[in-house]
């Protein structure tokens, strides 16, 4: 009851919130998305989320690759007269095909952070890997896809072997599960990983241990908190916000239009 109590409220603060922004503020927007719904759908109702999501983003600002808008925040080079949005989704579900074709035919790239372990694997090994990620009746991505989507433009990064929350300092089990999914991505799809993101996305989700493996393995290493600002946990790491497509027209407005920060 508490539960449906605070997502009632939420959801009031969003869309009143959402209203009243001012639509194009100048920043650089990089979100974090999982999958195009929860459950499962249709697929002609799957183009029509995915259409509101591009149509709601692009009143916002405009949306271009995944890349562009990294290399600019990584190099502070940030917009003044526009806002730009990169989009990436995080778990690799098979449904990231279909997205990512649906922006290939707007001529946007996006990111692509994938578990290595769901790749492919067997029955046994989803039992386990649907509880780390409190969703079911999902499938995952094989390698062919992800060799076709990363030929297409669109970036593929790490996201763990098995989707564990890294707040641990075995650096044995660290390295396992940041650098050895490095080395299979790299192997299996035939290209440097560069891009990294941890699983739950927050900074009580990561160890400083687990940190600087990853800064040290990755170019990129990326959050899905403390939005307000560019940079987290010391400028080490760049921070998404998370957003989801089936969410209200208003909820994206209320996010996308915030100004963010330096420190």
Same mark, same amino acid.
């Given at each position: 009851m508490l539960g449906l109590i605070r997502e009632v409220v939420r959801d009031n603060v969003l869309n009143i919130g959402g209203r009243f922004r001012s639509a194009r503020v100048p920043s650089a927007h990089i979100l974090a998305s999982h999958y195009i719904t929860r459950g499962k759908i249709a697929a002609g109702e799957r183009v029509r989320v995915l259409t509101r999501f591009y149509d709601s983003l692009s009143k916002l600002g405009e949306l271009t690759d995944f890349c562009n808008v990294v290399d600019r925040v990584q190099n502070r080079d940030f917009p003044n007269d526009r806002s730009l949005i990169a989009l990436s989704f995080d778990d690799g579900f098979h449904e990231c095909e279909e997205i990512a074709n649906f922006f290939e035919k707007k001529n946007i790239k996006v990111g692509f952070f994938v578990n290595s372990g769901s790749i492919e694997n067997d029955s046994e090994y989803y039992k386990g890997h649907f509880k780390r990620l409190a969703i079911e009746?999902?499938?995952?991505?094989? &390698?062919?896809?992800?060799?076709?989507?990363?030929?297409?433009?669109?970036?593929?990064?790490?996201?763990?072997? +098995?989707?564990?929350?890294?707040?641990?300092? *075995?650096?044995?089990?660290?390295?396992?599960?940041?650098?050895?999914?490095?080395?299979?991505? *790299?192997?299996?799809?035939? /290209?440097?990983?560069?891009?990294?993101? &941890?699983? $739950?996305?927050?900074?009580? +989700?990561?160890?400083?241990?687990?940190?600087?493996?990853?800064?040290?393995? /990755?170019? $990129?290493?990326?959050?899905?908190? *403390? $939005?307000?600002?560019?940079?987290?946990?010391?400028?080490?790491?760049?921070?998404?916000?998370?957003?989801?497509?089936? &969410?209200?027209?208003?909820?994206?407005? $209320?996010?996308?239009?915030?100004?963010?920060?330096?420190?």
């Open positions: 009746n999902k499938t995952f991505l094989t &390698w062919n896809t992800l060799k076709d989507m990363h030929s297409a433009g669109h970036t593929i990064g790490s996201h763990t072997v +098995d989707h564990v929350r890294l707040n641990i300092t *075995d650096p044995e089990l660290l390295r396992e599960q940041i650098c050895r999914d490095k080395e299979k991505i *790299d192997k299996n799809i035939g /290209f440097d990983c560069q891009h990294f993101a &941890w699983p $739950y996305g927050t900074e009580k +989700d990561i160890s400083s241990d687990a940190i600087e493996i990853a800064v040290n393995t /990755f170019k $990129y290493v990326f959050s899905s908190c *403390d $939005y307000g600002f560019y940079n987290g946990l010391n400028e080490s790491v760049i921070n998404r916000r998370h957003v989801e497509p089936f &969410w209200q027209a208003s909820h994206l407005k $209320y996010f996308v239009s915030s100004v963010r920060k330096c420190r």
